[in-house]
């Protein structure tokens, strides 16, 4: 899957960063490469952990204002889970993955709905925009 993604989500972060006056560094690559390695979930002190184990030098300044442009062209989101602190997923090529939280223990479930998508595409039609994707995370209390 890594190939597949990669070349497309390197077009995609070049025109935003192009239209930025910005340049795509190897900097720049090597984060976005390591966040398609990812699997679901991250935090961008662990994904610069898991960098520095695999050999890449890359200061946190830089992580920080990659992440950022990331979000910004619509490649990863940033996922609230307990407000401590800040997560977030691949997004751009991925089915949406949406999630019930437990406002009090942090527990977490993961879950897909065509119902819910098809909602999405919907509304979006009806306003005559383009779905691309979305993120739902509902607040709740677990039985525990």
Known sequence: ????VMAPLCSVFRRYLRSQDLKYT??????LNAIIE???LFEAETL???MRVGGYNVSKATLYRTIKLLRESGIIQEVLIDGKQAHYQLIYGRS?????VCMRTGKRIEFSSD???QWRDALC???????V?????IYALSPE
């Open 1 to 4: 899957m890594h190939e597949d």
């Open 26 to 31: 190897p900097e720049r690559a090597d984060i």
């Open 38 to 40: 990812e699997d679901g």
């Open 48 to 50: 610069m952990d898991s």
């Open 96 to 100: 949406p993955i949406d999630a019930i």
């Open 115 to 117: 119902d819910l998508m």
């Open 125 to 131: 039609k009806e306003h005559g925009w383009k779905p």
């Open 133 to 137: 994707g979305h993120r739902v995370v």
